[in-house]
Structure formats: C-alpha cells, structure tokens
C-alpha cells in the first residue's frame, strides 16, 4: 500500500491498481489530478479545506464510474447526484473501491463554545491508515499508521501529545498543516517528533506529493 500526502489533509492511498483519496480541499496540492484518476473519494466533513464541491463535481462529470463516501452533511450537499454518494457514519463498515473501511468518529472538534458541532467521520483503511478529519477520534482497534493533525484552530499542542498516547500508532504522518509558515512548520515537526519519541516510534511529515510505502512492522 502506497500512502501519499497531497497538501494540507488530502492524501492517496493505493494498492495494486486501485487508488482512493482522502479529503480533497481547496488547500490541497495536485488534488486535481488524483481526483482524475481515483476510484473513490472519502470526505470527512463539509469544511472548505476537506471539501472542494466544484472540484469534485467536476471530477464526477468526467469520470462516471467516480464514487463518493462521506459524512451526513457532504451527503446531503451532493444529493443530486443519487446512488453515486454513500452516507456513513460511525460503525460502518463498508468497502470502497476493493478497500475495506472501517468508520470512526461521530462530531468535529469544537471551535466555537455555543455552537454545536459538525458531523465528522474518521476512516480507517484496509486496517492499516487512519484519516480522523478534523477530530480526535480514537478508533476501537490498532492504528497502524495515522494520518495525525498537526495545526488546526481547535488544536492545542498538549491535545496532540495525549491524542498519540491514546491511539499509539506505529508510525504517523502529519497532516492538517497548510496554515503554517516554514516557522510553524518547525514548530509542529518538533512537536511531533517529541510524541512519537515518547511512545518509541517515528512520527514524520510528507512534503505535497511525497509517498511512503507501508504494510511493516
């Protein structure tokens, strides 16, 4: 399995011939292109850098075969689009374009304290890759590898230490960074390298476009 970091939260995973992508949002790098040659598309939330509704639109327009797993909200928002949009939630467990998904997390992280959260649906993949969105969700089975938010408005730096703790994945990959300068960048790398080294594993992060294999220890 090919796991590869397009920019800000949206990644491609593939495996032999089949490729699915996470989170393409208005932030991410080469987005488009995946989209072109994807399978499926799993989208999180509705939030404009998870969710870019022209550009999967269009991307759907082209390729008719072109499906799409999400939560209840992007559902709702691509209803006209019929059987092509699948709904889930928290517990699903469905399969995506040859890979098996496993559904975890219910509501977004809070950003505002009188404002009830969004939904958000965390997906973990073939078992090996977990996506959480925008959210801390701690799925109920090993993590093998998390894609793990490294800057966001509803994260603090102390979150992030005790998220890692919680899920103790064996390796992780930093996502949710396209709001930071190369000094943030900095910051949040230090950061996530110290939690990876409290729980004796390597945390890194993926430039725009760069690839890891996995399936190891």
Request: aromatic share 6%.
């Amino acid at each position: 399995m090919r796991l590869t970091k397009l920019g800000h939260a949206c990644v491609q995973i593939s495996k032999d011939d089949r490729t699915i992508v996470i989170d393409p949002g208005a932030f991410s790098t080469g987005a488009e292109e995946a989209l072109a040659g994807a399978d499926a598309v799993m989208i999180t939330h509705e939030h404009f850098d998870h969710f870019d509704a022209d550009a999967l639109r269009k991307a759907m327009a082209a390729r008719p075969s072109l499906e799409v797993w999400t939560s209840r909200v992007v559902a709702e928002n691509l209803a006209d689009l019929g059987g092509r949009v699948h709904q889930v939630g928290h517990g699903d467990a469905v399969t995506v374009a040859g890979f098996d998904v496993h559904v975890y997390g219910e509501d977004h992280e809070i950003l505002h304290p009188d404002v009830p959260p969004i939904p958000n649906t965390g997906f973990l993949v073939d078992g090996e890759v977990f996506h959480p969105g925008d959210a801390l969700t701690v799925p109920s089975e090993p993590v093998p590898t998390l894609c793990l938010p490294g800057n966001a408005p509803w994260l603090k730096a102390a979150e992030l230490f005790t998220y890692t703790r919680e899920v103790r994945p064996e390796r992780a990959y930093l996502i949710h960074d396209g709001l930071l300068n190369d000094i943030g960048v900095q910051v949040m790398n230090k950061n996530a390298f110290k939690a990876g080294e409290e729980i004796g594993k390597e945390f890194t992060r993926l430039a725009p476009g760069e690839s890891v294999e996995l399936g190891g220890p």
